[in-house]
């Protein structure tokens, strides 16, 4: 408060003259204690901690305080509201003892009183015995030795953080309602100090959990990476397996198609040898007649037929297998007349066919020639009619797989299609992924189209395409660059 001063003191008389000083003092007194206000409130509000152990930043607060108002005794609490407990977070009592980090249950001490109010309160024995009556506390946890409390509420943006409590056992030292307001006052600029304190270090514990989760992302995508990277390794490994077991299948099926014309040559070749035999015989014993000498030259006649006929066929199954297994394994380019080429993987399939009621069909250009990846067009197509035989019929049901290829423009079109049973929706979906198949446990390794699709894509740097219902069969477009 301020009063209008007399202009001129030399005309004040003594009583208003001591007046006048008193009045001065208090004014000094009122600007000394607002400067140191508001130098605590400064130095408050650039307190800098990022620490996690909070209790030098408290050490401060208490340093700070104690130049505006007597504070030898100051404890602070944090309210944990989750658990409704108290935590003591630092204290400095020279009669009462609680450890640091200690929990307090919210119940109805002097504490509890001021978080459920959420306003300053100063208090001495008389008040407290007063609030005991009223049931509004039901005592006092811990010394009660003090003459003068006063704890204060840190409450920030409407948040409750907890209560800063001070308190004196000197009977010379009483708190005022002066106090009181100026307790409640720093205590709000403490709940922002607090508040700053705990979001910077929120904010550097998030960073520091952001840089182990990234450190342990890029620790897992390299392990990611290696999986993939042994995962295509197997799979390129498998697939090669699958190429293998194919040539593999496609040498057992070609011996044992050749094994009939070899045999049946071996047999002719042993008759005619007793034929020849006999009528040698005969001539050395001149016995030979004419009608034996026509006979025999019929068998050979006979004969020879029959070994021509059957060494062409067993020519015909090498030289098919021989350019079909060389391409198979060999994945270079060269230039084949699609028709002939597509015939030839045809006959090496003949095993296959043999025992089956398909009837294959080719609609192709006889001049159509290219420059191409043999060995991928004859995996691809073998392995799409050995599909078609393993899945598409039953055993000895009657079927056609049709097989057309063309050129369009700079492209070569493939269509391929059989009116087998044909596949549902939800297979169809996963024909193309690898280990997928209809006839597990039934020979069905679950490879074969996911090698053409390989094959397609990547050999031939093409495009496939699937069309498929059930009871209609399957058919695929193959499109793919002339080279």
């Known amino acids: 408060m301020s009063k209008t001063l007399h202009p001129s003191i030399s ?20 600007q000394a204690q607002a400067e140191k206000l508001q130098r605590a409130l400064f130095e408050i509000a650039s307190i800098h901690h990022d620490s996690i152990d909070l209790y030098p930043f408290y050490q401060e607060i208490h340093s700070i305080i104690k130049k505006i108002i007597y504070a030898k005794n100051l404890v602070i609490a944090i309210y944990d509201e989750e658990n409704k407990c108290l935590k003591i977070s630092y204290m400095m009592d020279e009669k009462d003892e609680h450890k640091l980090g200690s929990e307090i249950p919210l119940g109805k001490g002097l504490s509890s ?4 109010s959420r306003e300053a309160q100063l208090l001495d024995m008389e008040k407290i015995t007063q609030l005991i009556d009223k049931g509004e506390i039901e005592g006092v946890i811990g010394s009660t030795d003090f003459t003068s409390w006063i704890g204060s509420p840190m409450i ?14 000197d009977e010379d030292i009483l708190y005022t309602a002066e106090d009181l307001e100026l307790m409640n006052f720093v205590a709000k600029h403490i709940a922002i100090a607090i508040e700053e304190v705990l979001n910077t270090i929120q904010r550097t514990e998030s960073q520091v959990k952001m840089a182990k989760q990234h450190r342990l992302l890029e620790s897992k995508n390299a392990d990611l990476q290696q ?14 397996k699958e190429k293998m077991a194919s040539l593999g299948g496609l040498v057992a099926g070609i011996a044992h198609e050749i094994n009939t014309p070899l045999g049946i040559c071996v047999t002719g070749v042993s008759h005619l040898e007793e034929e020849y035999k006999l009528v040698k015989h005969a001539m050395e014993s001149n016995t030979l007649t004419e009608e034996s000498l026509v006979n025999f030259f019929e068998d050979v006649e006979e004969i020879l037929a029959i070994l021509s006929t059957n060494t062409q066929r067993g020519a015909a199954l090498v030289n098919s297998f ?30 296959k066919l043999k025992h089956t009621a398909i009837k294959l069909e080719v609609i192709c250009e006889e001049m159509l020639s290219i420059n191409v990846d ?3 067009i004859s995996q691809i197509l073998s392995n799409l009619i050995v599909n078609s035989v393993t899945h598409g019929f039953d055993e000895s049901q009657e079927g056609n797989i049709l097989i057309e290829a063309y050129q369009k423009n700079d492209n070569v079109i493939l269509r391929y299609r059989d009116n087998g049973k044909g596949l549902s929706d939800e297979a169809l979906e996963k024909l193309f992924e690898p280990f997928y198949t209809t006839k597990r446990g039934a020979g069905g390794s679950g490879l074969g189209t996911h090698l053409v699709y390989n094959l397609v894509t990547s050999s031939l740097n093409g495009k496939i395409t699937i069309k498929s219902q059930l009871g209609k069969g399957l058919a695929y477009l193959i499109k793919f660059p002339v080279s």
């Not at 005309?11 to 009122?30: F, G, H, T, V």
């Not at 009183?113 to 459920?116: A, E, G, L, R």
């Not at 920030?156 to 056992?169: P, R």
């Open 11 to 30: 005309s004040m008389s003594k009583p208003d003259m001591q007046a006048y000083i008193i009045q001065l003092e208090e004014q000094l007194n009122d």
């Open 113 to 116: 009183y001021v978080i459920k």
């Open 156 to 169: 920030s943006a409407n948040i409750l953080h907890g209560l800063i409590i001070i308190q004196s056992y």
């Open 227 to 240: 999986l993939i990277k042994q995962l295509k390794t197997t799979q390129n490994e498998l697939l090669q």
């Open 322 to 351: 021989k350019q079909v297994a060389v391409d198979q394994t060999s994945n270079e380019k060269r230039i084949i007349k699609v028709k002939q080429y597509i015939d030839e993987i045809i006959l090496s399939l003949k095993p």
């Open 374 to 376: 043999a060995g991928a």
